[in-house]
């Protein structure tokens, strides 16, 4: 025996069922049964609440716009701040003249100095979410392996306490290596257009 299939319930449901459906359906529990269950999935789905959005969203989705356009300015207000910041570091070091004292001391303690300024720039700029050319991203990497040897040599040079022209070379070495790694840095961020 042959039963209705889904679509014809649908049709007997909507009162256009052919003449054999409308036949079958008199005789068979079982289609009988399932046109039952389906004016109840019918009824079930009438009940469900209807969804009407509020008629007014505007003043919700125009203060939502604000204050991401108020957040944007902060951010770019920030970053235009933090580059003008590193800017004027890097003039002041590139512009100040070298100490002719002779105090090795004092010129060790500059070079420090000035190594952990241009190293608090650097982080100033947070490159790591951006996407670096391929030539720029070699750059980087080959000054941050030259400073991360560097330090290595300072580390085994300042706990042997001995040679100090030596380590202020070594010092001012990291500083214009230091100096290249933020000229590569900031170059990357003009060129981003922040």
Do not use: F
């Not at 902060?74 to 590193?86: F, H, K, M, N, Q």
């Not at 003249?97 to 241009?118: V, Y």
């Not at 202020?168 to 003009?190: F, G, H, S, Y």
């Amino acid at each position: 025996m042959m039963h209705c299939t889904m679509e014809d319930l649908g049709a007997l449901q909507a009162g256009e069922g052919s003449v054999w459906a409308r036949r079958h359906i008199t005789t068979c529990r079982e289609c009988q049964a399932e046109l039952d269950a389906l004016y109840q999935r019918v009824a079930q789905l009438k009940a469900l609440p209807s969804l009407r959005p509020p008629r007014d969203r505007w003043p919700a989705i125009r203060a939502t716009l604000r204050a991401e356009r108020s957040r944007r300015r902060r951010t770019w207000g920030t970053w235009t701040g933090s580059l003008a910041l590193a800017a004027t570091i890097a003039g002041i070091l590139l512009l100040r003249p070298t100490p002719t004292t002779g105090d090795l001391h004092a010129e060790l303690t500059q070079a420090k100095r000035q190594s952990a300024t241009l190293e608090d720039s650097l982080q100033q700029y947070d490159t790591d979410g951006r996407v670096l050319s391929g030539h720029a991203a070699a750059v980087v990497a080959e000054l941050e392996d030259r400073i991360s040897m560097l330090d290595g040599t300072l580390a085994q040079r300042e706990s042997v306490q001995g040679n100090d022209a030596g380590l202020v070379k070594l010092w001012q070495q990291r500083v214009d290596l230091m100096r290249e790694l933020m000229n590569a840095r900031a170059t990357r961020v003009r060129y981003v257009g922040l």
